[in-house]
C-alpha cells in the first residue's frame, strides 16, 4: 500500500512531466512557426523581386516603345474615320509606326517646271519625313498641281492636295489630304521670321494634330505664327517657285486664307525621298 507522500511525489512527478510535454509542444510549434514566417518572408522577397524585375524589364520595353528603340522614334499617326470622309482625302494607307530619328533624306519634286530638291533632317521631323516618303512611294503625290500661291503678307506656294489634278480649279481645291493626321514637329518657336526664304513647311488646319499633306515653300521671309512644322530646307529650284510666283494669283482665296491659284500652273509630276544619310 502506498503511502500518502509517495502519492504526492507521483502526482507531482506527472504534473512536472506534463508542464514539460506542453513546454515542449509550444517550442515546438514556436520553431514551426518561425520557420513557416521565415519561409513567408523569403517567398516575399522572391516575389517581391521577381515583380521588380518584371517591372523593371517592362517599363525598358515602355520606354524602348515610347522612343521607339535606338535610333528610332514612335509615332502616331491617327486614322480619319471613314465615315463621312470627303472624297477629296486618298487613303493609302498608314506609315510604320517606328520611324528613323537620325540621318537625313532629299526630297526631289519633279514639276513641268523643273525640278525642286530640299534636305530633310531625320532627329527634328522623324515622324513627318516618315509621313513623306510613305506617301511619295505610294505616287500620292504625283501628278498634282500646287493649288495656292500668296504673294502678299506672306509668300508661300503650297501644294500637297492628291485631289488637285486635271484642268481648270475647283472650289474643293486645298481640302484634300490623305487617310491620317500627326502632330506637328520642329516649331520655329525661336526663330526671327519663323520662315524665313528657302524653308519647307506643313500645312494644317490650325488645330494641333492636323498635319496631313500639304506643304508650303517660303520663297520670302514670312511672319507666320510658328505652328507650322518645319519640314527642311530647299536647296534647288528656287527659281522654279519665284517664276511661279511672279506671275501672280487669280485671288481665289483672297476672302478666306489668302492669295489665289497660281496663274502659271505648277504640277508636281513625281515626288521621290531618298535613301536615309547618315
Not at 521607339?68 to 510604320?96: F, H, M, S, W
Not at 517606328?98 to 532627329?123: E, F, H, V, Y
Not at 513627318?128 to 500620292?140: C, D, E, N, P, R
Amino acid at each position: 500500500m502506498t503511502s500518502t507522500r509517495d502519492r504526492q511525489r507521483a502526482a507531482a512527478r506527472a504534473r512536472l512531466e506534463r508542464e514539460m510535454a506542453e513546454r515542449s509542444g509550444k517550442a515546438r510549434k514556436r520553431r514551426q512557426t518561425q520557420a513557416i514566417v521565415g519561409a513567408a518572408a523569403v517567398l516575399v522577397l522572391v516575389v517581391a523581386g521577381t515583380v521588380w524585375l518584371a517591372t523593371s524589364l517592362g517599363d525598358d520595353d515602355d520606354e524602348k516603345q515610347a522612343g521607339g528603340g535606338a535610333g528610332n522614334a514612335q509615332c502616331a499617326y491617327t486614322e480619319v474615320p471613314k465615315q463621312g470622309r470627303p472624297a477629296q482625302i486618298k487613303d493609302v494607307g498608314l506609315p510604320p509606326a517606328q520611324q528613323a530619328n537620325k540621318g537625313s533624306q532629299t526630297m526631289t519634286i519633279d514639276t513641268n517646271l523643273g525640278p525642286i530638291t530640299a534636305k530633310l533632317d531625320r532627329a527634328a521631323v522623324p515622324c513627318t519625313a516618315g509621313s513623306f516618303t510613305h506617301l511619295a512611294s505610294k505616287g500620292f503625290f504625283d501628278n498634282t498641281k500646287c493649288h495656292r500661291l500668296v504673294t502678299e503678307g506672306i509668300k508661300v506656294l503650297q501644294c500637297g492636295d492628291p485631289s488637285a489634278t486635271g484642268k481648270g480649279w475647283r472650289d474643293t481645291d486645298g481640302t484634300g489630304g490623305p487617310s491620317y493626321n500627326l502632330a506637328e514637329e520642329n516649331l520655329p518657336t525661336n526663330k526671327r521670321p519663323p520662315y524665313p526664304e528657302g524653308v519647307i513647311a506643313m500645312a494644317n488646319s490650325g488645330q494641333p494634330g492636323s498635319t496631313g499633306s500639304q506643304f508650303f515653300i517660303v520663297y520670302g521671309d514670312s511672319q507666320l505664327d510658328p505652328n507650322y512644322t518645319v519640314l527642311g530646307t530647299i536647296t534647288g529650284g528656287m527659281d522654279v517657285v519665284k517664276q511661279v510666283a511672279a506671275a501672280g494669283d487669280d485671288g481665289a482665296f483672297a476672302k478666306q486664307a489668302g492669295g489665289g491659284h497660281p496663274k502659271k500652273e505648277i504640277v508636281m509630276t513625281k515626288v521621290s525621298m531618298s535613301d536615309i544619310q547618315g
